[in-house]
């Protein structure tokens, strides 16, 4: 299963039914589980875990050396989950410091020339579209997506259920279920289709319909007075209104309005 021009380190470990294309390089310190596949012409260094049926397409580099200047030469990690696919020319980079690995869940899509930096944190069922960006150590939440052309600063989170449009510039966090657009990028309203499509009671949609008009309907309001109102209300009490309103009250860099 692994063609005559694929390069193997004999330190990879390699599963069970791993599949390995036509001038791919599996550098020292990579694991790949079971049922792993990579194409053609795909570089992956490590030190780098790989969970199983992984599916890597042309040219993407995945567990280079992280980006950033405070690296200073020690081993660091990249580790990937389940059911990932990631498209042609598609980069990954290991995290900044041996305690830091870059973190990768299940079942996410990366499209062509995403790049997902150094320390990053990114959870379960999410896209990341074509050229979407992700600075260091930002964090993505499970079902996010980000659309093609996206950039997202350094340092900022991704709330779960959240969509951007497409070439958004990034710089705080982006509030989970709502869609957010532009550049510079505004909160611009629910994802109602996202959430009805992964099964969202009719409630709760209504709930956080509530909660996005007091929170971002107004630009021009008091963002922490509008979210000791939403808190002082029978909405607070609905599960997702609560994630947003913990996500808002954890927000370093401050939410996207």
């Not at 657009?181 to 709930?207: C, H, K, M, W, Y």
């Amino acid at each position: 299963m692994i063609h005559p021009t694929a390069i193997i380190s004999p330190d990879a470990i390699l599963g069970d039914n791993v599949r390995i294309g036509p001038f791919c390089v599996v550098g020292a310190g990579v694991e790949l589980g079971d049922d792993c596949v990579l194409h053609s012409h795909v570089v992956i260094d490590g030190p780098t875990k790989i969970g199983a049926a992984n599916e890597f397409f042309p040219f993407a580099a995945v567990g280079g050396k992280t980006q950033d200047l405070k690296y200073e030469g020690e081993p660091t990690h990249l580790l990937i989950g389940h059911r990932n696919v990631f498209r042609e020319n598609t980069t990954i980079h290991r995290g900044t410091h041996a305690h830091t690995p870059t973190r990768i869940g299940n079942d996410n899509l990366f499209l062509c020339y995403s790049h997902v930096a150094h320390d990053c944190q990114v959870g379960n069922h999410v896209i990341l579209s074509n050229n979407g960006t992700l600075g260091g150590h930002v964090i993505v939440e499970d079902h996010a997506i980000v659309s093609g052309l996206t950039a997202v600063h350094q340092f900022c989170r991704i709330g779960c259920h959240s969509i951007t449009g497409g070439c958004s510039k990034i710089i705080q966090d982006i509030p989970p279920y709502m869609i957010v657009d532009g550049n510079p990028a505004a909160t611009r309203g629910l994802n109602l289709v996202g959430l009805q499509r992964r099964g969202f009671s009719e409630a709760s949609i209504r709930e956080l319909k509530n909660a996005y008009k007091k929170l971002f309907l107004k630009k021009d309001a008091n963002f922490s007075t509008a979210l000791s109102s939403l808190k002082a209300t029978v909405n607070a009490h609905d599960d997702q209104v609560k994630h947003l309103i913990a996500f808002i009250e954890a927000s370093p860099r401050g939410v996207t309005r």
